[in-house]
């Protein structure tokens, strides 16, 4: 059990990585909006979640929860971009110019 629970946990920030090299490539986009990055969190969390469960309780391996749960996600995710991209792709835009212009500490009070 214990190695399933950080097989899990270790899990998160490399999934976070893959979605954010996603969403960079898919978009064509350097810097990520605060959107984005909440989506990806929900997108892993889900996923950690179901899989934390699932594994536990050795009812699903790493691959049917890859094919079962995390590919409905990512598709999910992506359908989110498809149908958002022009407001989305703008918001990561205003966030670069933003973060060239105003240090990050300063952004998050306004």
Known sequence: HVATVGCVASMGPNLTRLLQALTREVLAVDTLCGELVTVMRRVVSEYAHAVSFASLAFL?????????????????????MQRNWERI????????????VVDRRMRHIF
Do not use: F, I, N, Q
């Not at 094919?67 to 409905?72: F, S, T, V, Y």
């Not at 703008?90 to 060239?100: H, K, V």
């Open 60 to 80: 699903s391996s790493p691959e049917d929860s890859a094919e079962h749960r995390l590919a409905p996600l990512v598709l999910s995710y992506l359908k989110y």
């Open 89 to 100: 792709a703008e918001d990561c835009e205003m966030e670069r110019l933003l973060s060239t």
